[in-house]
């Protein structure tokens, strides 16, 4: 496990947990960086513009990787004006596409999305796009220059889990690109069993935002991403689908002393 790393736009990360700070709190900051190891942490750039930033910086040690987002944006103008203001106020290549037409569900806009990732990429920008999962659009992602993959598990904030797991699947055996679960993961058990699928990082905010015990939570999730990825690593054993397979030889022993009698 020592040289298994996430790569990132030629960056890499020993941590494979990503934090959201939507749900601002200088405790969750804290606790994710203390308790779940957090390498990587979401902005929202519209705290510069409220005077919120400065809160949050103080709290974000240097070594970790500022993962500004397009939060707010409606379409792919706002997000690469979004993008390029974040650059030049000095917080770096790495952006998180985020574009919602919709605010009942809060879902992501694949299209401006894919239009907004082909004008950064461009620009040198380390583009990591919001999805939801869906094949085609990932393949445009993975052409028009994204870093990552970044498919909701369930509309935000929901802590639901894998809902659309089965469409993740697909994205990560036909794109090859590291594909991060962003968005309705609730529980360290779905964390985990994002990682058991090949998910190359689990982001999460909500999940650890809302516990009872945060620093409890937070490395909750820790443990539980680490053990899904060593199990995706050792390779998970077979499933089968209908009937039974003797797991002891001793089985065999038995069955062939009854047939004695």
Known sequence: MENDVLTLGG????????LGSGKYSLDLIRAAVENAGA???TLALRRAESGETANIMDYIPDDVTL???TSGARNADEAVRIARLSREVGYGDFIKIEIMRDTKYLLPDNQETVRATEILAK??????????????????????????????????????GLVTKDFIRIIMDEVDLPVIVDAGI???SQA????????????ANTG????GDVPAMAQAFRKAIEAGREAYLAGPG?????????????????????GEA
């Open 238 to 258: 077979r499933v089968i689908e209908h009937g039974a397979a003797a797991s002891d030889p001793l089985t065999g022993f038995l069955e062939a002393k009854g």
């Open 123 to 160: 620009e040198g920008f380390i583009v990591m796009p919001y999805m939801y999962p869906d094949l085609n659009t990932a393949r445009d992602l993975r052409d028009a220059g994204a870093a990552s993959i970044m498919p909701l598990g369930a509309p935000i904030g929901s802590n639901k």
């Open 11 to 18: 960056h890499t990360f020993t941590s494979r947990f990503i």
């Open 39 to 41: 390498q990587i942490i």
């Open 208 to 211: 650890i935002a809302t516990a």
């Open 186 to 188: 609730g529980r360290p």
């Open 67 to 69: 993962l500004p987002n």
């Open 192 to 203: 985990c069993e994002a990682m058991e699928m090949g998910a190359a990082a689990v982001m």
